[in-house]
């Protein structure tokens, strides 16, 4: 499966983004479906998952900031960023897994977007 991810930029804090990731290739649905992000001279880190059937887990970092979702008719994934903070500032990945649940370990998926960016002014 290949992804796609778009929709990052530059906000100043307390600002929204929503970040898009298409798929294409495989059965999307079937997937669990992974954002990550990763800051200057830090190691990747989970963001959220989604289950197949809807299922969501998020970070403690974004909980109740961030809300991912998919939308199987259209093979995409969303990460709604609400109350962006300085430290959200990262290059953020989507990718998809074959895990039953949804999984916060970065080996647990097979397939990865090309990231965005995503900048959080103070």
């Known amino acids: 499966v290949q992804l796609q991810a778009s929709g990052g930029g530059l906000v100043q804090a307390g600002g929204s983004l929503r970040l898009s990731c298409a798929a294409s290739g495989r059965t999307f649905r079937s997937y669990v479906m992974g954002w990550f992000r990763q800051a200057p001279g830090q190691e990747r880190e989970f963001v959220a998952a989604i289950s197949w059937s809807g299922v969501t887990y998020h970070a403690d970092p974004v909980k109740g900031r961030f809300t991912i979702s998919r939308d199987n008719a259209k093979d995409t994934v969303y990460l709604q960023m609400n109350s962006l903070k300085p430290e959200d500032t990262a290059v953020y990945y989507c990718?998809?897994?074959?895990?039953?649940?949804?999984?916060?370990?970065?080996?647990?998926?097979?397939?990865w977007g090309q990231g965005t960016q995503v900048t959080v002014s103070s």
């Open positions: 990718a998809a897994g074959n895990t039953v649940v949804a999984s916060t370990r970065s080996y647990d998926y097979a397939y």
